[in-house]
């Protein structure tokens, strides 16, 4: 039971921290600059392998929701779709190793294509389909190339602090 108790703890305080930095930055600057939420998924991810980048997210996802109500289904929607994609493309490329490191290469990838897909994804329902923002090209183009970028860096830093600090960690 303490091993469970641990480990929901620890997934929740990591959903709580994406909710500060989310909160912290103001939006829309806070779609571009998601190291941190990139990178508490990731080793949400690494932490709990199973659904553990989804569970991360579905916390963070209900508390910004609730900080920004007025978008707080899509707010919620992206989120869990964040979490589900960082889980899926981790299994798909296989980041996790047998002996607990993970591979930076694989990581980077993997980080930094669900990062570039719910970034696109998000923006274009929000933009597009439901005409809830307007359109502005040079905020399109940073969102795109920037919120790409800090995926990728979330990606290599994540590995750095799994690999050096955390692999022998037991949550």
């Known amino acids: 039971m303490g091993l469970h108790t641990r480990r929901v703890a620890v997934a929740t305080l990591l959903g709580v921290l994406i909710f500060v930095s ?20 990731a080793l949400g991810a690494l932490s709990f392998r199973r659904m553990g980048a989804t569970y991360v997210a579905a916390i963070g996802g209900v508390l910004i929701a609730l900080w920004r109500i007025a978008l707080a289904p899509f707010t919620f929607v992206f989120a869990l779709l964040y979490g589900l994609l960082v889980d899926g493309f981790f299994y798909i490329l296989k980041v996790n190793t047998d002996r607990g490191e993970v591979k930076t290469s694989r990581l980077m990838a993997a980080m930094t294509v669900s990062t570039a897909f719910v970034g696109v994804l998000s923006y274009y329902v929000t933009v597009f389909l439901l005409g809830l923002l307007p359109r502005n090209f040079f905020l399109e183009v940073g969102m795109l190339f920037i919120g790409t970028f800090n995926g990728t860096v979330a990606g290599y830093l994540a590995s750095i602090i799994w690999n050096r600090h955390l692999k022998n960690a037991k949550l």
């Open 22 to 41: 989310k909160t912290v930055v103001p939006s829309p600057m806070d779609k571009m600059f998601i190291v941190v939420h990139a990178l508490l998924l």
